[in-house]
């Protein structure tokens, strides 16, 4: 876990209760934080004052649709500062609601679609996911499958409790490249993984213990394991890594009233026991959204949208930027918009309003692509 990440895990453990799932709003808040990363190397600068604008900016809008009291202001904290070492993460205890899986669950089948296996060009296609697991590598509570396209990278986040009761939080990567990977930091091994030379790094600083595993496949495609507890069990879950099967990164809704200019630039689905949930981040490279779902229900609503009761606010995020929180209640569920950059609050409303919103919690039942309104 970077220092961006603990930072992101202490304040929404604390804008959190039990049944939040915290990992799943910090795997969000990391993706946004990459994105505004990558902004700012292009030169435009999101602002510097504390946590990425783009990871305050999905720390306000989830906590803004779940408290009446957060999201209304910007977020503080001293800016993270990089870190060699990526300690054992001690995650929040999971919700008593939530039990542990009995198989690992995967969005649906992309049927007939190139596999990873096929070309390492597959990786970074558009609301497609390569990566899985062929078993569970300990009792899991929540898996989340995100895709970061720009980068071509694949990231699968694991939590849950192993079977002496000790909280386990394992990731799993893939991509073109091994940029924003963790560091093989500590004493490092060669290894075999499936007869592809690898390095497996262990780093100790005093207690914290972290672990990286990284190989190449035969095609180009860099894989990473982070955070099993030695050296065997991080060879087991790299056995068990999957690329010949591709999946569809889905949402439960359709996007009507979403300019043909904005594209997907990053997209996960995630599963926390029978509930799974999305999140969609979309730009045109001035404006930007992120989509998101949440199982809850709002408090506080000052509008109506789309004849929905809704929570709208406005106000200067992390660094300054000025961003757009709207949160609408769909009856079994929430979605959440988050608008950043050059947007348009009237264009805003309209493309939440407009939204088919689909719901349900199966995602093998919601639709193909979000992008396609007639299906």
Same mark, same amino acid.
């Given at each position: 876990?970077?220092?961006?990440?603990?930072?992101?895990?202490?304040?929404?453990?604390?804008?959190?209760?039990?049944?939040?799932?915290?990992?799943?709003?910090?795997?969000?808040?990391?993706?946004?934080?990459?994105?505004?990363?990558?902004?700012?190397?292009?030169?435009? #600068? =999101? @602002? /510097? $004052?504390?946590?990425?604008?783009? !990871?305050?900016? %999905?720390?306000?809008? +989830?906590?803004?649709? *779940? &408290?009446?009291?957060?999201?209304?202001?910007?977020?503080?904290?001293?800016?993270?500062?990089?870190?060699?070492?990526?300690?054992?993460?001690?995650?929040?205890?999971?919700?008593?609601?939530?039990?542990?899986?009995?198989?690992?669950?995967?969005?649906?089948? #992309? =049927? @007939? /679609? $190139?596999?990873?296996?096929?070309? !390492?060009?597959? %990786?970074?296609?558009? +609301?497609?996911?390569? *990566? &899985?697991?062929?078993?569970?590598?300990?009792?899991?509570?929540?898996?989340?499958?995100?895709?970061?396209?720009?980068?071509?990278?694949?990231?699968?986040?694991?939590?849950?409790?192993?079977?002496?009761?000790?909280?386990?939080?394992?990731?799993?990567?893939?991509? =073109? @490249?091994?940029?924003?990977?963790?560091?093989? !930091?500590?004493?490092?091994?060669?290894?075999?993984?499936?007869?592809?030379?690898?390095?497996?790094?262990?780093?100790?600083?005093?207690?914290?213990?972290?672990?990286?595993?990284?190989?190449?496949?035969?095609?180009?495609?860099?894989?990473?394991?982070?955070?099993?507890?030695?050296?065997?069990?991080?060879?087991?879950?790299?056995?068990?890594?999957?690329?010949?099967?591709?999946?569809?990164?889905?949402?439960?809704?359709?996007?009507?009233?979403?300019?043909?200019?904005?594209?997907?630039?990053?997209?996960?689905?995630?599963?926390?026991?029978?509930?799974?949930?999305?999140?969609?981040?979309?730009?045109?490279?001035?404006?930007?959204?992120?989509?998101?779902?949440?199982?809850?229900?709002?408090?506080?609503?000052?509008?109506?949208?789309?004849?929905?009761?809704?929570?709208?606010?406005?106000?200067?995020?992390?660094?300054?930027?000025?961003?757009?929180?709207?949160?609408?209640?769909?009856?079994?569920?929430?979605?959440?918009?988050?608008?950043?950059?050059?947007?348009?609050?009237?264009?805003?409303?309209?493309?939440?309003?407009?939204?088919?919103?689909?719901?349900?919690?199966?995602?093998?039942?919601?639709?193909?692509?979000?992008?396609?309104?007639?299906?």
């Amino acid at each position: 876990m970077t220092d961006l990440d603990r930072a992101l895990h202490e304040t929404l453990t604390r804008v959190a209760d039990e049944d939040v799932h915290v990992e799943r709003l910090l795997a969000g808040a990391r993706t946004m934080g990459t994105r505004y990363r990558r902004r700012r190397r292009f030169g435009m #600068a =999101a @602002g /510097a $004052a504390g946590l990425s604008a783009g !990871a305050a900016a %999905v720390v306000l809008s +989830l906590t803004a649709a *779940l &408290s009446p009291s957060a999201g209304r202001g910007p977020g503080s904290g001293p800016e993270p500062r990089p870190s060699a070492a990526t300690p054992t993460p001690t995650p929040s205890a999971p919700s008593s609601s939530t039990p542990p899986m009995t198989a690992f669950p995967t969005p649906p089948v #992309a =049927a @007939g /679609a $190139a596999t990873a296996v096929d070309s !390492a060009n597959e %990786v970074g296609r558009p +609301l497609l996911l390569h *990566l &899985s697991l062929a078993r569970l590598p300990f009792p899991i509570i929540h898996v989340q499958y995100q895709q970061l396209i720009d980068e071509r990278q694949e990231r699968l986040g694991i939590y849950g409790v192993d079977n002496n009761g000790q909280q386990r939080d394992l990731v799993v990567r893939v991509g =073109a @490249g091994t940029k924003d990977f963790e560091p093989l !930091a500590g004493e490092r091994k060669a290894v075999r993984v499936a007869g592809r030379p690898g390095t497996f790094a262990l780093e100790k600083i005093g207690n914290s213990r972290s672990t990286v595993l990284r190989w190449q496949t035969a095609n180009g495609l860099w894989l990473q394991v982070v955070g099993a507890r030695d050296k065997t069990e991080a060879l087991t879950v790299a056995a068990s890594v999957r690329l010949d099967r591709t999946y569809r990164c889905v949402a439960p809704y359709r996007l009507r009233s979403l300019p043909a200019r904005m594209k997907p630039e990053s997209c996960s689905v995630v599963f926390s026991g029978t509930t799974a949930t999305s999140m969609l981040g979309v730009s045109d490279g001035k404006f930007h959204i992120l989509f998101s779902t949440e199982s809850r229900r709002i408090e506080d609503t000052n509008e109506k949208i789309g004849s929905r009761p809704a929570r709208v606010l406005e106000h200067r995020g992390d660094g300054g930027a000025q961003i757009m929180e709207v949160a609408v209640d769909q009856g079994d569920a929430v979605l959440s918009l988050t608008a950043s950059g050059r947007y348009d609050p009237a264009l805003v409303r309209r493309i939440a309003a407009e939204c088919d919103w689909t719901g349900g919690q199966d995602p093998a039942t919601w639709p193909i692509d979000p992008f396609i309104s007639d299906r």
